[in-house]
């Protein structure tokens, strides 16, 4: 089994910004124009409500974004990657932990994960927010409980990508991922977020990064807003990682930024062994089967567990049709199906 995430170096419409006019016409053409602008609004407007909707239709609208409450659930989605020739990465879902025993037993999840995938020769590695292991409760906790992570998966071959959260975390991140390099670690790799403007800066020195555009809301003076500008800034990011001979996780389903890292990547003539694409469960999956026919390497990342309501809510709210899934979904309530 290859655990490519090892291999290098561990041998190892967007929305226009106009103001949404509606105007009431008789022709198709009208309609077509209107109805968009309309879905857009209504969009938006949700995903400003999505904290008020009920929990029980988040969990359904969100569904397709999470493998199910148990391990079980991720490893049969594993298998299935698998089979269809996708890595994959296993997330317990957990930041919503408010005690030390609650960090220690999502540590304990982590063991479990790394011994089934073994059990089950699955090609998977996991990914780990720190404040799930205790970041917010104790600094000393939380390093503990990433060490016996990592170097259990280090005993068995298999890589620990450390999530970056909000900025708060930002720094305390970059530095545990820096002492787990440090005492030695090779397997284990950061997350740098292009709306950061910190980024270009964070790169320099990183050999084992995932490249994202960023979720969380932050303040302007120190994250770019502007949707180009994530864009810009996640293409010179890209191309200083590659330079500098770093493996990639290409995270992204916006088709200009696969088409510039497609770019990047033939320019610098890497290998597929070079690189990976990296998506999301139920995000786009005909797009990463075309990756993967091109003789691309891409992971998908998994999260189980019962703490879904976080992660559901960050997923509905990057859905460009969230209106017509909690429209269709009250209907379907309304109808009693
Ligand atoms: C593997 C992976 C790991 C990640 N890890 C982190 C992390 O550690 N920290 C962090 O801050 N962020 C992380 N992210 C999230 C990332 O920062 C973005 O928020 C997310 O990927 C959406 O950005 P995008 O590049 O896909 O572009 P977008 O412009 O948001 O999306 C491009 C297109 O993808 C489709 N799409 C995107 N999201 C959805 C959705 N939820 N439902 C349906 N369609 C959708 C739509 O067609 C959309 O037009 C990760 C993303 C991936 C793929």
Redesign the pocket.
């Known amino acids: 089994m290859s655990h490519s995430e090892l291999s290098e170096p561990y041998a190892a419409?967007?929305e226009s910004s106009r103001p949404l006019v509606v105007i009431r016409r008789r022709s198709g053409t009208g309609l077509r124009r209107t109805i968009p602008r309309v879905l857009a609004l209504l969009d938006r407007a949700i995903v400003r409500l999505l904290p008020a909707v009920p929990r029980p239709v988040v969990q359904r609208l969100s569904s397709?974004?999470i493998a199910g409450p148990n391990l079980e659930d991720a490893l049969r989605v594993v298998r299935e990657l698998n089979a269809q020739g996708k890595l994959a990465?296993i997330d317990v879902l957990g930041e919503e932990v408010s005690s030390d025993d609650e960090a220690r037993a999502i540590a304990g999840q982590y063991h479990d994960v790394l011994a089934e995938l073994d059990a089950a020769g699955l090609d998977a590695g996991v990914?780990v927010?720190l404040t799930a292991l205790g970041l917010e409760l104790d600094h000393d906790l939380c390093r503990d409980n990433l060490e016996a992570v990592v170097r259990d998966a280090a005993a068995r071959g298999r890589f620990v990508?450390?999530?970056?959260?909000?900025s708060s975390t930002t720094e305390r991140t970059l530095q545990l991922y820096r002492l787990m390099r440090d005492e030695g670690y090779a397997n284990v790799g950061a997350?740098l977020?292009?709306?950061m403007r910190r980024t270009l800066e964070d790169a320099s020195g990183i050999d084992n990064v995932?490249l994202?555009?960023?979720?969380?809301v932050e303040p302007y003076s120190i994250a770019y807003r502007d949707?180009d500008e994530v864009?810009a800034n996640?293409v010179r990011t890209l191309e200083q990682l590659v330079a500098q001979g770093a493996y990639v996780?290409i995270?992204?389903?916006?088709?200009y930024?696969i088409e510039q890292a497609l770019r990047v990547v033939r320019a610098a003539g890497l290998s597929h062994d070079q690189y990976e694409f990296?998506?999301?469960l139920?995000?786009?999956p005909e797009?990463g089967d075309a990756l993967v026919a091109d003789g691309h390497r891409l992971?998908?990342?998994v999260p189980f567990g019962t703490h879904w309501y976080e992660y559901s809510l960050?997923?509905?709210?990057?859905?460009?049709?969230?209106a017509g899934y909690v429209a269709g979904d009250t209907v379907r309530g309304l109808l009693g199906r």
């Open positions: 419409e967007r397709r974004y990465t990914s927010k990508r450390i999530d970056m959260e909000d997350v977020q292009a709306y995932r994202c555009k960023g979720i969380y949707f864009r996640y996780g995270a992204t389903h916006d088709e930024l990296q998506m999301l139920g995000v786009r797009r992971r998908i990342y960050r997923r509905l709210q990057e859905n460009p049709k969230i």
